[in-house]
C-alpha cells in the first residue's frame, strides 16, 4: 500500500473539514485547495497550497475554471502499475495525488428555495467537482476519494493504522459511493432543466 501524499481538498459543505484535514496534516500530506476551502483550511492555521501554483493557471471565470487542468486530472488518473503512464507525469511535471475530497456545488438546495432563477441554479451546477470525484473514482485502485463528510472519521483512522495508507477494499467502496452520488447529482439537474422547458 502506498501511503497517501498529496490530497486536494474542495468542499461546499465544510462541516468536519478543518478536523480532517488537521489529521492529514499530522500524516505530514501535503494539502491541495481553491477559493473558500482554502480560506477556511488557512484561517483553521493550516498549510495549504493552492491549486493555481500547480497548474500554473488562475481561477478564472468566477470560478468555474480551476482544477480542469492535466496537472490535476494526469496527478489522478495516473495508473502507478503502467511505466508509460509514471513516464509520462515524470516529462510534464504532474504529481501524482493519492486522495480527493470533494462535495459538490449544492444545486438541490439551491433549486429548493423560493424563487430560485434559472440563472442561479445554473451557477450551482458543479463541473470540476464531478470531473474530480469520477478521476479519482476511475483509478480508486490507486486513489482515495471522498464525497460525503460522514466517512472523515473513518478514512483518517485507517490512514492512522495503515501508515498513511488506504486499504483496497475501502477505495472501492468510496468509488461507488462517488458515483452513485454523481448520478444523483446529474439526475436533479435533468429533471429540473426538463421541468423548466415545458
Given at each position: 500500500?502506498?501511503?497517501?501524499?498529496?490530497?486536494?481538498?474542495?468542499?461546499?459543505?465544510?462541516?468536519?473539514?478543518?478536523?480532517?484535514?488537521?489529521?492529514?496534516?499530522?500524516?505530514?500530506?501535503?494539502?491541495?485547495?481553491?477559493?473558500?476551502?482554502?480560506?477556511?483550511?488557512?484561517?483553521?492555521?493550516?498549510?495549504?497550497?493552492?491549486?493555481?501554483?500547480?497548474?500554473?493557471?488562475?481561477?478564472?471565470?468566477?470560478?468555474?475554471?480551476?482544477?480542469?487542468?492535466?496537472?490535476?486530472?494526469?496527478?489522478?488518473?495516473?495508473?502507478?502499475?503502467?511505466?508509460?503512464?509514471?513516464?509520462?507525469c515524470?516529462?510534464?511535471?504532474?504529481?501524482l495525488?493519492?486522495?480527493?475530497v470533494?462535495?459538490?456545488?449544492?444545486?438541490?438546495?439551491?433549486?429548493?428555495?423560493?424563487?430560485?432563477?434559472?440563472?442561479?441554479?445554473?451557477?450551482?451546477?458543479?463541473i470540476?467537482?464531478?470531473a474530480?470525484?469520477?478521476?479519482?473514482?476511475?483509478?480508486?485502485?490507486?486513489?482515495?476519494?471522498?464525497?460525503?463528510?460522514?466517512?472523515?472519521?473513518?478514512?483518517?483512522?485507517?490512514?492512522?493504522?495503515?501508515?498513511?495508507?488506504?486499504?483496497?477494499?475501502?477505495?472501492?467502496?468510496?468509488?461507488?459511493?462517488?458515483?452513485?452520488?454523481?448520478?444523483?447529482?446529474?439526475?436533479?439537474?435533468?429533471?429540473?432543466?426538463?421541468?423548466?422547458?415545458?
Amino acid at each position: 500500500m502506498r501511503p497517501i501524499e498529496r490530497a486536494p481538498l474542495s468542499v461546499s459543505d465544510k462541516h468536519g473539514l478543518a478536523e480532517f484535514a488537521g489529521g492529514l496534516a499530522e500524516l505530514g500530506i501535503e494539502i491541495l485547495s481553491t477559493g473558500g476551502t482554502a480560506r477556511a483550511l488557512r484561517e483553521a492555521g493550516l498549510a495549504v497550497r493552492d491549486v493555481a501554483e500547480v497548474t500554473g493557471f488562475p481561477e478564472m471565470m468566477d470560478g468555474r475554471i480551476k482544477t480542469l487542468h492535466p496537472k490535476i486530472h494526469g496527478g489522478l488518473l495516473a495508473r502507478r502499475d503502467v511505466p508509460a503512464h509514471l513516464e509520462a507525469c515524470l516529462e510534464h511535471g504532474i504529481g501524482l495525488i493519492d486522495l480527493v475530497v470533494v462535495n459538490l456545488y449544492p444545486f438541490q438546495q439551491t433549486i429548493a428555495k423560493p424563487g430560485v432563477t434559472l440563472e442561479e441554479a445554473i451557477e450551482q451546477i458543479d463541473i470540476g467537482g464531478p470531473a474530480m470525484l469520477r478521476s479519482a473514482a476511475k483509478n480508486h485502485a490507486a486513489v482515495t476519494v471522498i464525497c460525503n463528510p460522514a466517512r472523515y472519521g473513518s478514512v483518517l483512522a485507517e490512514m492512522r493504522a495503515h501508515g498513511g495508507a488506504t486499504l483496497r477494499a475501502t477505495r472501492l467502496a468510496l468509488a461507488c459511493e462517488v458515483f452513485a452520488h454523481t448520478a444523483a447529482y446529474d439526475q436533479a439537474i435533468a429533471a429540473y432543466l426538463a421541468g423548466r422547458s415545458g
